[in-house]
């Protein structure tokens, strides 16, 4: 405990007396709350005390917050998304438990709800006494709003004050981030707020797990000292996004993990260590490239499988019967529209895949959506439905094994194999699936993730070649080649980028010109929508960068390159 206290109470010192007055008793009491303030306001003020009163039971919320629309983007959303959106989840009642000076959520990863457009996350928040605040505790839970069935993350910060038995006056909440390229807005104000104290059954698991998940965390420190460290490095250059639209960013190095703080639109996110990331299509790498690989390790063969396996009438024709679960893998299945980059994802018709919340649309969608153009494992063409697919195949063969039956490819496989060893965060050990009895895990997006699992991830796949305990759990061969370390297998060109390949859901780019080197060095990375990227460099560093300036900006990692480059010799490391 000495550790999360350490960190959690150094927020204290910095915290300025303007912020306090910001939400001090009598606005928490009165209800004045104009516009966002800095969130340095949610955090523990200046003469912060451990908790007086404990709060163990519901937290129930009601009513509509103010909000400023900055970005909606048309290509994304109509009138009646940006209308759904607008509105906060009205079902709001969840159980908390408290643990010394930490509260937390009975349910992690995101909640299913009523609402037509936002699921929620919910975080361990922290808890606290004030002097000015009157003999009551003061309570602030991080959360995440969540578009259903996709990935936009909305991060914020509920705070309230509270005695045994109930709050008191409203809770204040505010929203001043996203990691979200077409909907960004402010959202603030004050929500109705019950409490109902009530004993949870589960409150010491609960407890010990959030412990053991604290304790479980890679070593930080500030990215400024990485410049300590390696004199003459530049920090500023391992932040590739302009500030406005920065999520997080941080590079894992020889155990360590530094990290950049959390900016905001209205000063810096208070918790980053419970900061939500939405992975996108990191989800192809770490949930279809993984399950993939493990499947081959446990059942050799499995990428030989052909499609026809799936029970989809559209999915067993001619056109796919020489398709294997690899090529889908691949990115290579021969059906498409058109082999320009990124043109099928981008066209109209992709709304009939991503929108539909049942298994059936989606699948019907993968399998019948494109006519059969080339040879499979020939054509790279970037398909999100041919990573669902990849999905159902796999559970589908899964399904198959003895004493398999019922199990899930996410759930028992990705999870329970290499997840929970990796001791991720609750967070990120659940996944986006269809919103019916099927349940299908999406496979290629779909993951809400902390900047801790993102380096663990990054660590497992670049650093511990697949190793965990000594043992390696996915298949050497399909991971080597995945990350470049095969010089005969460099994986298909990307279409229209000559120094960028992919492969078993990874892709690579070349920076020989970019660093001076004197042979092609290629660079294996994951990528997601807007911004997302992580890097596995060959010379052992991992560098990420969450943030929603777009497509194209987030695979250009040259300046990042140039300065891991002094930690270690990328040319020379590279195979």
Excluded at 131 to 150: E, M, V
Excluded at 277 to 287: E, G, H, I, Q
Excluded at 321 to 338: I, R, W
């Amino acid at each position: 405990m000495a550790r999360c206290l350490l960190a959690c109470w150094l927020i204290v010192l910095a915290l300025p007396a303007q912020a306090r007055e910001a939400l001090d008793y009598a606005t928490m009491t009165a209800g004045r709350y104009r516009d966002s303030v800095d969130l340095s306001a949610y955090a523990p003020g200046k003469d912060a005390r451990p908790p007086t009163h404990r709060f163990e039971g519901r937290l129930t919320l009601s009513g509509q917050p103010e909000q400023r629309t900055r970005v909606a983007n048309t290509d994304y959303l109509t009138a009646e998304n940006i209308k759904a959106s607008k509105s906060f989840p009205e079902d709001f009642d969840f159980a908390f438990v408290q643990h010394g000076d930490v509260l937390i959520p009975q349910l992690r990863g995101p909640i299913r709800g009523k609402h037509a457009w936002w699921e929620v996350i919910l975080e361990p928040g922290r808890v606290w006494d004030e002097p000015g605040d009157h003999g009551y505790t003061r309570a602030a839970i991080p959360f995440a709003l969540t578009q259903k069935n996709a990935n936009c993350t909305h991060n914020g910060v509920l705070m309230f004050l509270f005695d045994d038995k109930r709050i008191v006056g409203r809770a204040a909440m505010q929203v001043s981030s996203e990691t979200c390229l077409y909907l960004q807005r402010d959202i603030w104000g004050w929500l109705k707020a019950r409490y109902t104290p009530q004993a949870q059954a589960d409150a010491r698991r609960i407890g010990d797990d959030y412990m053991a998940e604290v304790a479980a965390r890679l070593p930080i420190r500030p990215l400024s000292a990485l410049a300590d460290e390696f004199p003459g490095l530049d920090v500023d250059r391992l932040a590739t996004a302009p500030e406005r639209s920065r999520t997080r960013h941080g590079v894992f190095y020889k155990g360590i993990h530094y990290v950049s703080d959390c900016p905001t639109r209205h000063g810096g996110y208070p918790y980053c260590d419970v900061l939500d990331v939405p992975s996108y299509s990191l989800a192809k790498s770490v949930v279809g490239g993984i399950a993939l690989m493990r499947m081959e390790k446990l059942f050799t063969g499995t990428t030989r499988q052909p499609v026809s396996i799936i029970q989809a009438t559209g999915c067993r024709t001619e056109a796919w019967k020489d398709v294997s679960l690899l090529n889908l893998l691949d990115m290579a299945s021969g059906h498409y529209d058109s082999a320009s980059y990124m043109a099928d994802e981008d066209a109209a018709k992709i709304v009939q895949f991503f929108n539909p919340e049942d298994y059936a649309h989606k699948l019907a969608f993968a399998c019948e959506a494109y006519p059969r153009k080339s040879e499979p494992g020939k054509t790279w063409v970037y398909h999100t439905a041919d990573t669902f697919l990849l999905g159902v195949g796999l559970n589908t063969l899964l399904r198959q094994q003895p004493g398999q039956r019922g199990k899930d490819i996410f759930s028992d496989v990705v999870d329970a194999d290499i997840y929970a060893a990796l001791k991720l965060s609750p967070t990120a050990r659940s996944t986006r699936r269809t919103y019916d009895s099927y349940a299908q895990p999406f496979v290629g997006w779909g993951l809400f993730l902390h900047a801790d699992d993102i380096a663990k991830l990054g660590r497992y796949i670049g650093v511990d070649h697949g190793m965990i305990g000594g043992e390696t759990l996915l298949d050497a061969r399909l991971l080597d080649e995945a990350l470049q370390r095969d010089p005969a297998q460099r994986g298909l060109q990307v279409a229209h980028l000559a120094n960028f390949r992919y492969q078993h859901g990874f892709w690579a780019r070349n920076l020989q010109k970019e660093l001076g080197c004197d042979k092609p060095t290629w660079v294996p990375f994951m990528s997601g929508f807007g911004g997302i990227l992580v890097v596995m460099f060959p010379n052992g560093a991992v560098w990420y960068s969450a943030a929603d300036d777009g497509e194209l900006a987030s695979i250009d990692f040259a300046a990042p390159a140039k300065e891991l480059n002094r930690l270690a010799p990328i040319c020379t490391s590279a195979r």
